[in-house]
Structure formats: structure tokens, C-alpha cells
């Protein structure tokens, strides 16, 4: 077991199977180094995190969302990785998208959930640049929705 996979463990996260893609794209692309992963929502076994920050959730429980995203964005790293987390060299950039009220302007601290997350369990090689935008609508009606880019090691 990897580092990274003990320190999950400790942590009690447990990375799902991925699912499918709903739509026309695949789950990951690869060009040299870099793993270019889609977008992740706040999807969990349980249905996971849905609604509208600023008006049906709070900062708190959009950064829950946030964090279901990092965690569903290991579990495809892992896939893209060949099963071996280890391999991540460096999240170089995270995308987000909070489904925000109209009057909700704490965007970056939403996302926080998810970057805490990625440096959490990657130290260093989880530090990332990204961006964090609200947005109207997001699929399904869920909260958030965050992609990545990451750099492997072969």
C-alpha cells in the first residue's frame, strides 16, 4: 500500500469505482505527462450533494460537495494512473464550479473544499493553481463540479 493509500485510509476516505460517462466524452485524456481529467461532480453512493449554494446550502455543506468532487477526481487519478496513486507527480490545475445563488460571492471558499483536500492527501504535489467560478445551473442539479489536470510520472 502506497502512502497516499495509507493516508486515505487513515483518513476514511474511501475512493469509489469510477462511473461511466452520461454523455459523449471519455473519463481522462493523456498527453505526455499530463492527465487531463473531466469533470467531477458531488456525486456520491448516497446520491451525494445537490442544490444551490447561498440558497439551499450553506458554505459549509457546498464545501462538503467540494470535497466529495477531490474525492471522486482521486478515484479517476487513480484509474488514469494505472491503479497506483504514487504515480501523481503533481495536480497542476483544478477548474470549479459552484451552482450559486445570485447574492453568493464566497466561490473560493466553497472550493476550498476540494483544494484542502487534494494537499491533504498529495502534501505538496497537491498544491495547485485554479479557478473557481459560480455558475447558474450545473448537471443534474448538482452543487459542484471540479476538474483537473495532473501530471504523471511514468
Known amino acids: 500500500?502506497?502512502?497516499?493509500?495509507?493516508?486515505?485510509?487513515?483518513?476514511?476516505?474511501?475512493?469509489?469505482?469510477?462511473?461511466?460517462?452520461?454523455?459523449?466524452?471519455?473519463?481522462?485524456?493523456?498527453?505526455?505527462?499530463l492527465v487531463h481529467i473531466s469533470g467531477q461532480v458531488s456525486s456520491a453512493a448516497d446520491?451525494?450533494?445537490?442544490?444551490?449554494?447561498?440558497?439551499?446550502?450553506?458554505?459549509?455543506?457546498?464545501?462538503?460537495?467540494?470535497r466529495?468532487?477531490?474525492i471522486n477526481l482521486l478515484?479517476?487519478?487513480?484509474?488514469?494512473?494505472?491503479?497506483?496513486l504514487s504515480r501523481i507527480k503533481r495536480v497542476v490545475k483544478l477548474g470549479a464550479f459552484v451552482q450559486a445563488g445570485p447574492a453568493f460571492i464566497d466561490i473560493p471558499a466553497v472550493v476550498?473544499?476540494?483544494?484542502?483536500?487534494?494537499?491533504?492527501?498529495?502534501?505538496?504535489a497537491g498544491r495547485?493553481?485554479?479557478s473557481a467560478v459560480g455558475v447558474f445551473r450545473l448537471p443534474l442539479g448538482f452543487a459542484v463540479e471540479v476538474d483537473a489536470v495532473v501530471e504523471l510520472e511514468d
Open 75 to 84: 478515484a479517476q487519478m487513480r484509474l488514469a494512473a494505472d491503479g497506483d
Open 1 to 33: 500500500m502506497s502512502a497516499i493509500e495509507e493516508r486515505l485510509t487513515r483518513m476514511g476516505v474511501i475512493l469509489p469505482t469510477p462511473p461511466a460517462p452520461v454523455a459523449n466524452y471519455v473519463p481522462s485524456v493523456r498527453t505526455g505527462a
Open 128 to 130: 495547485h493553481a485554479r
Open 47 to 66: 446520491g451525494g450533494i445537490k442544490g444551490t449554494v447561498g440558497v439551499d446550502l450553506d458554505i459549509a455543506q457546498g464545501q462538503a460537495a467540494a
Open 68 to 70: 466529495l468532487c477531490a
Open 112 to 124: 476550498n473544499g476540494c483544494s484542502d483536500l487534494m494537499v491533504e492527501v498529495l502534501g505538496d
